[in-house]
């Protein structure tokens, strides 16, 4: 036991971690070459067969020449199969005879682990995959071998209850996957099963759908009224389809008396004697097979409807999955105990109005979000991998959720979800979808154009300011477009997030399971509505009538451009200063906001800002007036693309025309300020100020942050737009990045966002703000406000592990804390890494810690004194309507000790015509009280 441990504690938590490093696109193709060789191999990934002795030695596969030492026989890896293992994808591995150092594979993260996740799913999913071929030579794999050692490994791997705890899922989702003798799962071989059939019968797609989203016994009855009728060519697969199915209900009907509320309870026991001491390895292998029984129990008792007669019987039955679901790791105990307070308090009640219904009902319905993230974050970065050599892999992270306890407990939410659309008066209507299950309004708007999909945050396709996108999380480049349809959940205070606010465009989270509906109308114009009070409305634009049509046309669903302000604009002063020498009365005048909020705040907090130097406006009007020996300068060519813009924008020019025509425009600007030669007058000002300011050049960190005059304004934010570099180290270094700075408001997805909001965009001047790196242990950004109502009194924060975690999008811990002190979680973090500040300059990335706590109570003390200090400190900034706007706040932890990097007001799009069109849109049903002890009401 001692020596497993030991083991364990060094090679699973102190051992280096890193991402798997990015494949070129030369090693991408070579992986793919290599895979199509296996795939063409009637031997798959393997060569010949041979005794691997337990003296090292390796010897020919006749009769048993090891001797009395023993040794193990299979197949080795194939060429392919070993470059491909060079590449970090692991298709020809055994678990006999594997080390376990090997089998945690903690320098990769426990990549090898998601690998045995993964390759099961492939097996099942694509009936053996590379494998099915191998499966009748004898030699290839001896079952024995492998489930002796699966035993041994996961044994060994159970036994650190700590590295258990913080990997919970994934150690459970191993468990499942690696062979140890202990059965299948029979609905995994459902799942499999139907699927590689619909794939190669597509009449038999809708049905698949229902078996893979809503099972249930009538399903069998289903398939045997489609064999009859098509008379399927592949009888044989569709037979044991049918087998399986009448089996799995068959159980259903088995386990009828299984108890929820007790079997939920008795799995949360078992997750705990999993995650404590106590147990022997053995044991620990015994009850997390005794679990996933359990599980695999309540899944076949959740196929059968609900007999829950009221509301109050549903939300019981709702908290014992919501128990079964933390059980088997979708949830964290954290997660749990959230969503129970949120039950008690509801079930508390006799009635309530249906707001507050129907944001309890959203809340727990949340909880399939936390869900998605948790298994994203456990198997995304290897499915996301590996799909690189095989498409297939993208369905992992859907299929383990699906045939989970997930699955039951969303049936019930979505019926919940339905009755309190009712009693508020929604209404969505996203297509021909009857389930209103992962709806959720972000920011009102109204949007007509063409409807498409970006595959993955990855995907690097061409944007189209006149279409509607879907996406699949928020992220981090932006650029300006029609309406935002964002895929399970988004971060409510990322840049992108901010930036669509703050231009009116409509943003809404659908689930993933409309992803199919969604890319059949692809490249169709579409309807688009988010209101103000959270109806959501997606339809094809064709099936308005033309009275509807007409309505939508003249409402005008663009906002005004306002001009830009430099009448106070100071170019001419270029003096360097200290951060401190910076007021808000700067701001727009010698320096941008950033730089002026944060000299107010370093005067005001000197303790929580670090040293800072301003590089003003003045600096780069001197450079970018300079002109070159053809007598041309920046300033000139700046003038010449807005002047070319505006002309293309007023005489109706399509968008992808005036993107053709700016493209290479603002790619010749940003050439010439990259490569132009700084004064030498600058060059020996800002190396001093340097030295002074942080010390001798290579002992410090600095991020190089632009702050043009062109963002944080009461109409528009800006939020991300333009060019941060972090952690530069070097004064030479330094200098280069002050021109890629000056140059970043001229990329195509800054100036595009700029142009749909301001007008005068050719008087446009980044001043810079070099702020020495602060290693923070965590970093987020708070809203004093609260996102969703926009109630001052309360706080939004949003926060990870790492230096940057949250501005570039991802799942960090959302905490909304009211002026009365209550915390309220909104999710957990996520990130499966985080950002760390190296010497040299630049970041590495490592695990984050598996906590399910980021910010600790002192830390949130911290952060709400800030936030009456902020209040109490700073005039606060108001809309053109005269309404006071919130602050949005980055900040850092180093050390438990507060760190502030940005404050700017929070601007959020608001047009009294759009909004009234809106409002029509909306149900004119009286929200009503909701009685708990009655029944779910029929539509």
Same mark, same amino acid.
């Given at each position: 036991?001692?020596?497993?441990?030991?083991?364990?504690?060094?090679?699973?938590?102190?051992?280096?971690?890193?991402?798997?490093?990015?494949?070129?696109?030369?090693?991408?193709?070579?992986?793919?070459?290599?895979?199509?060789?296996?795939?063409?191999?009637?031997?798959?990934?393997?060569?010949?067969?041979?005794?691997?002795?337990?003296?090292?030695?390796?010897?020919?596969?006749?009769?048993?020449?090891?001797?009395?030492?023993?040794?193990?026989?299979?197949?080795?890896?194939?060429?392919?199969?070993?470059?491909?293992?060079?590449?970090?994808?692991?298709?020809?591995?055994?678990?006999?005879?594997?080390?376990?150092?090997?089998?945690?594979?903690?320098?990769?993260?426990?990549?090898?682990?998601?690998?045995?996740?993964?390759?099961?799913?492939?097996?099942?999913?694509?009936?053996?995959?590379?494998?099915?071929?191998?499966?009748?030579?004898?030699?290839?794999?001896?079952?024995?071998?492998?489930?002796?050692?699966?035993?041994?490994?996961?044994?060994?791997?159970?036994?650190?209850?700590?590295?258990?705890?913080?990997?919970?899922?994934?150690?459970?989702?191993?468990?499942?996957?690696?062979?140890?003798?202990?059965?299948?799962?029979?609905?995994?071989?459902?799942?499999?099963?139907?699927?590689?059939?619909?794939?190669?019968?597509?009449?038999?797609?809708?049905?698949?759908?229902?078996?893979?989203?809503?099972?249930?016994?009538?399903?069998?009855?289903?398939?045997?009224?489609?064999?009859?009728?098509?008379?399927?060519?592949?009888?044989?697969?569709?037979?044991?389809?049918?087998?399986?199915?009448?089996?799995?209900?068959?159980?259903?009907?088995?386990?009828?008396?299984?108890?929820?509320?007790?079997?939920?309870?008795?799995?949360?026991?078992?997750?705990?004697?999993?995650?404590?001491?106590?147990?022997?390895?053995?044991?620990?292998?015994?009850?997390?097979?005794?679990?996933?029984?359990?599980?695999?129990?309540?899944?076949?008792?959740?196929?059968?409807?609900?007999?829950?007669?009221?509301?109050?019987?549903?939300?019981?039955?709702?908290?014992?999955?919501?128990?079964?679901?933390?059980?088997?790791?979708?949830?964290?105990?954290?997660?749990?105990?959230?969503?129970?307070?949120? /039950?008690?308090? *509801? !079930?508390?009640?006799?009635? +309530?109005?249906? @707001?507050?219904?129907?944001? =309890?009902?959203?809340? #727990? &319905?949340?909880?399939?979000?936390?869900?998605?993230?948790?298994?994203?974050?456990?198997?995304?970065?290897?499915?996301?991998?590996?799909?690189?050599?095989?498409? /297939?892999?993208? *369905? !992992?992270?859907?299929?383990? +959720?699906?045939? @989970?306890?997930?699955?039951? =407990?969303?049936?019930? #939410? &979505?019926?919940?979800?339905?009755?309190?659309?009712?009693?508020?008066?929604?209404?969505?209507?996203?297509?021909?979808?009857?389930?209103?299950?992962?709806?959720?309004?972000?920011?009102?708007?109204?949007?007509?154009?063409?409807?498409?999909?970006?595959?993955?945050?990855?995907?690097?396709?061409?944007?189209?300011?006149?279409?509607?996108?879907?996406?699949?999380?928020?992220?981090?480049?932006?650029?300006?477009?029609?309406?935002?349809?964002?895929?399970?959940?988004?971060?409510?205070?990322?840049?992108?997030?901010?930036?669509?606010?703050?231009?009116?465009?409509?943003?809404?989270?659908?689930?993933?399971?409309?992803?199919?509906?969604?890319?059949?109308?692809?490249?169709?114009?579409?309807?688009?509505?988010?209101?103000?009070?959270?109806?959501?409305?997606?339809?094809?634009?064709?099936?308005?009538?033309?009275?509807?049509?007409?309505?939508?046309?003249?409402?005008?669903?663009?906002?005004?451009?306002?001009?830009?302000?430099?009448?106070?604009?100071?170019?001419?002063?270029?003096?360097?200063?200290?951060?401190?020498?910076?007021?808000?009365?700067?701001?727009?005048?010698?320096?941008?906001?950033?730089?002026?909020?944060?000299?107010?705040?370093?005067?005001?907090?000197?303790?929580?800002?670090?040293?800072?130097?301003?590089?003003?406006?003045?600096?780069?009007?001197?450079?970018?007036?300079?002109?070159?020996?053809?007598?041309?300068?920046?300033?000139?060519?700046?003038?010449?693309?807005?002047?070319?813009?505006?002309?293309?924008?007023?005489?109706?020019?399509?968008?992808?025309?005036?993107?053709?025509?700016?493209?290479?425009?603002?790619?010749?600007?940003?050439?010439?300020?990259?490569?132009?030669?700084?004064?030498?007058?600058?060059?020996?000002?800002?190396?001093?100020?340097?030295?002074?300011?942080?010390?001798?050049?290579?002992?410090?960190?600095?991020?190089?942050?632009?702050?043009?005059?062109?963002?944080?304004?009461?109409?528009?934010?800006?939020?991300?737009?333009?060019?941060?570099?972090?952690?530069?180290?070097?004064?030479?270094?330094?200098?280069?990045?002050?021109?890629?700075?000056?140059?970043?408001?001229?990329?195509?997805?800054?100036?595009?966002?700029?142009?749909?909001?301001?007008?005068?965009?050719?008087?446009?001047?980044?001043?810079?703000?070099?702020?020495?790196?602060?290693?923070?242990?965590?970093?987020?950004?708070?809203?004093?406000?609260?996102?969703?109502?926009?109630?001052?009194?309360?706080?939004?924060?949003?926060?990870?592990?790492?230096?940057?975690?949250?501005?570039?999008?991802?799942?960090?811990?959302?905490?909304?804390?009211?002026?009365?002190?209550?915390?309220?979680?909104?999710?957990?973090?996520?990130?499966?890494?985080?950002?760390?500040?190296?010497?040299?300059?630049?970041?590495?990335?490592?695990?984050?810690?598996?906590?399910?706590?980021?910010?600790?109570?002192?830390?949130?003390?911290?952060?709400?004194?800030?936030?009456?200090?902020?209040?109490?400190?700073?005039?606060?900034?108001?809309?053109?309507?005269?309404?006071?706007?919130?602050?949005?706040?980055?900040?850092?932890?180093?050390?438990?000790?507060?760190?502030?990097?940005?404050?700017?007001?929070?601007?959020?799009?608001?047009?009294?015509?759009?909004?009234?069109?809106?409002?029509?849109?909306?149900?004119?049903?009286?929200?009503?009280?909701?009685?708990?002890?009655?029944?779910?009401?029929?539509?």
């Amino acid at each position: 036991m001692k020596r497993w441990f030991t083991m364990l504690a060094a090679a699973g938590l102190l051992s280096a971690q890193a991402p798997l490093p990015e494949l070129s696109a030369a090693q991408k193709a070579e992986a793919r070459r290599q895979m199509e060789s296996i795939r063409g191999n009637w031997l798959g990934p393997y060569s010949g067969i041979a005794w691997y002795c337990a003296d090292g030695r390796k010897l020919p596969p006749k009769g048993a020449p090891c001797g009395p030492m023993g040794g193990i026989q299979h197949a080795e890896p194939s060429p392919a199969a070993q470059r491909l293992a060079a590449l970090n994808f692991d298709v020809a591995e055994f678990v006999a005879g594997m080390k376990f150092d090997t089998f945690l594979d903690a320098p990769r993260n426990h990549h090898r682990l998601r690998e045995f996740i993964l390759r099961d799913y492939l097996n099942s999913r694509a009936q053996g995959w590379i494998y099915a071929k191998t499966y009748s030579r004898r030699g290839v794999v001896q079952a024995e071998d492998e489930e002796s050692d699966g035993r041994k490994l996961l044994a060994e791997m159970l036994s650190n209850h700590a590295w258990v705890r913080a990997h919970y899922l994934l150690a459970l989702q191993v468990v499942a996957a690696v062979p140890h003798g202990a059965q299948t799962s029979r609905v995994k071989e459902i799942r499999a099963l139907s699927a590689s059939l619909a794939d190669a019968l597509p009449a038999f797609q809708p049905l698949r759908g229902k078996i893979h989203s809503r099972p249930e016994r009538a399903d069998a009855a289903a398939v045997e009224a489609f064999i009859a009728r098509i008379k399927p060519a592949d009888a044989a697969g569709f037979a044991r389809l049918l087998s399986l199915m009448k089996a799995e209900y068959g159980a259903a009907e088995t386990g009828a008396a299984f108890h929820l509320n007790a079997q939920a309870e008795r799995g949360l026991s078992l997750r705990k004697q999993l995650t404590t001491a106590g147990l022997t390895p053995p044991q620990r292998l015994k009850a997390a097979d005794d679990l996933l029984k359990l599980l695999e129990l309540a899944f076949h008792n959740g196929s059968q409807p609900s007999k829950a007669s009221t509301r109050r019987a549903r939300l019981e039955e709702v908290h014992a999955y919501l128990k079964l679901a933390a059980a088997a790791g979708w949830h964290s105990q954290r997660q749990l105990e959230a969503l129970e307070t949120e /039950l008690r308090k *509801g !079930l508390a009640q006799q009635e +309530l109005d249906a @707001s507050s219904y129907e944001q =309890l009902i959203s809340y #727990l &319905e949340g909880g399939l979000e936390w869900a998605r993230a948790t298994v994203e974050m456990t198997v995304g970065e290897t499915q996301s991998y590996f799909s690189t050599i095989e498409p /297939l892999s993208a *369905g !992992l992270s859907d299929d383990l +959720l699906r045939r @989970s306890i997930l699955l039951p =407990l969303a049936g019930r #939410l &979505e019926l919940l979800t339905q009755d309190a659309d009712l009693a508020a008066g929604h209404n969505h209507r996203l297509l021909d979808s009857p389930s209103r299950r992962g709806i959720r309004a972000l920011n009102p708007g109204v949007a007509i154009g063409k409807l498409e999909i970006i595959e993955s945050a990855q995907n690097h396709q061409e944007i189209e300011p006149d279409t509607i996108y879907v996406i699949p999380a928020t992220v981090a480049d932006l650029k300006p477009m029609r309406g935002i349809l964002t895929l399970d959940s988004g971060n409510a205070l990322s840049h992108a997030q901010l930036l669509a606010a703050n231009l009116g465009i409509p943003n809404a989270t659908v689930p993933s399971s409309l992803l199919p509906a969604l890319k059949a109308l692809r490249g169709q114009e579409i309807f688009y509505a988010v209101t103000p009070r959270g109806t959501v409305v997606l339809r094809p634009w064709a099936i308005l009538t033309p009275s509807e049509q007409e309505t939508w046309r003249k409402t005008k669903v663009e906002r005004q451009r306002v001009k830009l302000d430099t009448s106070k604009t100071n170019v001419k002063d270029r003096r360097l200063r200290l951060l401190e020498e910076t007021s808000m009365a700067d701001s727009g005048v010698l320096c941008g906001p950033k730089a002026a909020n944060l000299g107010q705040l370093k005067r005001l907090f000197p303790n929580y800002v670090a040293p800072g130097i301003v590089v003003p406006f003045g600096v780069y009007y001197a450079h970018a007036e300079r002109k070159n020996a053809g007598g041309i300068s920046v300033a000139g060519l700046v003038s010449a693309a807005y002047q070319e813009s505006e002309r293309l924008r007023t005489s109706g020019a399509s968008p992808d025309a005036v993107r053709t025509a700016l493209r290479p425009r603002l790619e010749e600007i940003r050439k010439s300020i990259r490569s132009m030669t700084l004064e030498p007058w600058l060059v020996q000002e800002l190396t001093s100020k340097l030295s002074a300011t942080f010390g001798a050049g290579g002992t410090y960190g600095v991020f190089v942050r632009s702050d043009t005059n062109a963002e944080d304004l009461p109409q528009f934010t800006g939020a991300g737009l333009n060019l941060t570099v972090p952690n530069v180290v070097g004064e030479a270094r330094i200098l280069q990045a002050l021109k890629d700075v000056w140059a970043s408001p001229f990329e195509e997805r800054a100036w595009a966002w700029r142009s749909e909001a301001l007008e005068s965009s050719d008087r446009v001047y980044p001043s810079v703000v070099l702020l020495r790196t602060v290693p923070s242990d965590k970093s987020g950004v708070m809203a004093t406000a609260n996102l969703s109502t926009l109630d001052l009194n309360d706080l939004t924060v949003n926060v990870n592990e790492g230096v940057a975690a949250v501005v570039d999008g991802g799942v960090s811990e959302s905490l909304l804390i009211t002026a009365s002190g209550e915390i309220r979680l909104l999710a957990q973090a996520r990130a499966a890494y985080r950002k760390v500040p190296q010497p040299k300059g630049g970041f590495t990335f490592l695990p984050t810690s598996g906590s399910d706590f980021v910010l600790s109570q002192n830390e949130i003390q911290q952060l709400r004194a800030l936030s009456t200090d902020v209040k109490a400190k700073l005039k606060s900034a108001r809309d053109d309507r005269g309404e006071e706007l919130p602050w949005d706040i980055e900040f850092g932890f180093e050390k438990g000790e507060l760190r502030l990097f940005q404050i700017r007001p929070l601007v959020r799009y608001r047009e009294a015509q759009t909004l009234e069109a809106l409002a029509s849109l909306e149900s004119k049903v009286t929200p009503r009280k909701v009685q708990l002890d009655r029944p779910l009401e029929d539509r």
